[in-house]
């Protein structure tokens, strides 16, 4: 018997946070267990206690204390959705000032597989070391997600968005 995959979910402070039980619900359909890590601002975009609920476990967003039991399995893979501008340039540039980053920038040098779905806006993403960030983070293996920067000040894109792109991406790519 083998034991069911696990999936970390990372949550970044986006507009569209807030469906990411949408990327839980098809990750649970596809056999995953998952666990959310959100940044700081990111947690404020939940609603905890539903989470907590479909997952089973605590939402982690800072650092556990020495002695601390570990509050949920070793990540088998990661998907970061939505991904912003700012967790995608700290991440690519090595800077790992939360739990959610810290996490990321190990799971490249323990080769967990790790997939971005970045939302963005258009200004943000025109901003030259965005593109830098995305192509240092494919250069270091991670599968960038296909969506399309929306306009500035207007939000909007949830309805193009494809949380299960994740998935699809990480596909094959565990052991």
Same mark, same amino acid.
């Given at each position: 018997?083998?034991?069911?995959?696990?999936?970390?979910?990372?949550?970044?402070?986006?507009?569209?946070?807030? &469906?990411?039980?949408?990327?839980?619900?098809?990750?649970?359909?596809?056999?995953?267990?998952?666990?959310?890590?959100?940044?700081?601002?990111?947690?404020?975009?939940?609603?905890?206690?539903?989470?907590?609920?479909?997952?089973?476990?605590?939402?982690?967003?800072?650092? $556990? $204390?020495?002695? &601390?039991?570990?509050?949920?399995?070793?990540?088998?893979?990661?998907?970061?959705?939505?991904?912003?501008?700012?967790?995608?340039?700290?991440?690519?540039?090595?800077?790992?000032?939360?739990?959610?980053?810290?996490?990321?920038?190990?799971?490249?040098?323990?080769?967990?597989?790790?997939?971005?779905?970045?939302?963005?806006?258009?200004?943000?993403?025109?901003?030259?070391?965005?593109? $830098?960030?995305? &192509?240092?983070?494919?250069?270091?293996?991670?599968?960038?997600?296909?969506?399309?920067?929306?306009?500035?000040?207007? %939000? %909007?894109?949830?309805?193009?968005?494809?949380?299960?792109?994740?998935?699809?991406?990480?596909?094959?790519?565990? &052991?």
């Amino acid at each position: 018997m083998t034991a069911q995959p696990f999936l970390y979910v990372v949550v970044c402070a986006a507009g569209i946070a807030g &469906d990411a039980h949408k990327l839980i619900t098809a990750a649970q359909e596809r056999g995953w267990g998952v666990g959310v890590v959100a940044t700081p601002q990111g947690l404020g975009f939940l609603d905890s206690e539903a989470i907590e609920a479909q997952t089973g476990f605590p939402i982690r967003s800072a650092w $556990r $204390r020495p002695g &601390d039991s570990r509050p949920l399995p070793p990540a088998d893979a990661i998907a970061v959705a939505p991904a912003t501008f700012n967790t995608v340039n700290k991440w690519a540039a090595g800077i790992a000032d939360t739990l959610a980053l810290g996490i990321l920038c190990e799971a490249y040098g323990m080769g967990i597989p790790t997939a971005v779905l970045p939302y963005v806006n258009a200004a943000m993403a025109a901003h030259p070391a965005y593109g $830098r960030s995305l &192509d240092q983070l494919e250069e270091m293996g991670v599968l960038v997600g296909s969506y399309e920067p929306h306009r500035p000040k207007a %939000g %909007g894109g949830a309805d193009r968005f494809r949380w299960e792109e994740a998935l699809e991406l990480l596909e094959g790519k565990i &052991d």
